[in-house]
């Protein structure tokens, strides 16, 4: 699943997130855009409309994609908290450091993005 994430309507970063719900406990990797893929940690994943979806993933020594590090230089996880909609696509809001960037914000949002491939992901959860 394309997620987006934006900061006053325009897009700051955006990658692909893949969560196994076959599993217990849920699993996920996330891919930033022109970054490499990373295995994310305190994942929740919710089918159900208004079901709780999180996620997080670290980055630290370099940035990875559009993820910059934190202040300073140092690492940081970007979390994301939100829920799925009626159409089964998650959004909410996620953790952005605080003078990393130009658009740097300690809350952005995010959301899940239907594709062509798979215009809604509810039955199918996020695989």
């Known amino acids: 699943m394309e997620i987006v994430v934006k900061k006053d309507g325009s897009e700051i970063a955006n990658g692909t997130l893949d969560v ?5 406990p849920v699993t996920a990797t996330f891919t930033p855009d022109g970054g490499t ?13 208004g079901g709780a979806v999180r996620f997080s993933f670290r980055v630290s020594g370099a940035a990875n994609g559009d993820f910059p ?3 300073n230089g140092n690492p940081f996880t970007y979390s994301f908290t939100g829920v799925q909609n009626a159409n089964g696509l998650p959004s909410g809001t996620a953790d952005w450091p605080s003078g990393a ?3 740097g914000d ?4 995010w959301q899940g993005e239907a594709t062509d491939a798979e215009p ?4 199918k959860g996020a695989t």
């Open 20 to 24: 196994d719900t076959s599993v217990n």
């Open 37 to 49: 893929q990373t295995d994310c940690t305190g994942v929740a994943w919710s089918t159900s409309t």
């Open 69 to 71: 590090l934190g202040p």
């Open 101 to 103: 960037s130009p658009q």
């Open 106 to 109: 300690d809350d952005v949002t």
């Open 120 to 123: 809604f992901k509810r039955s």
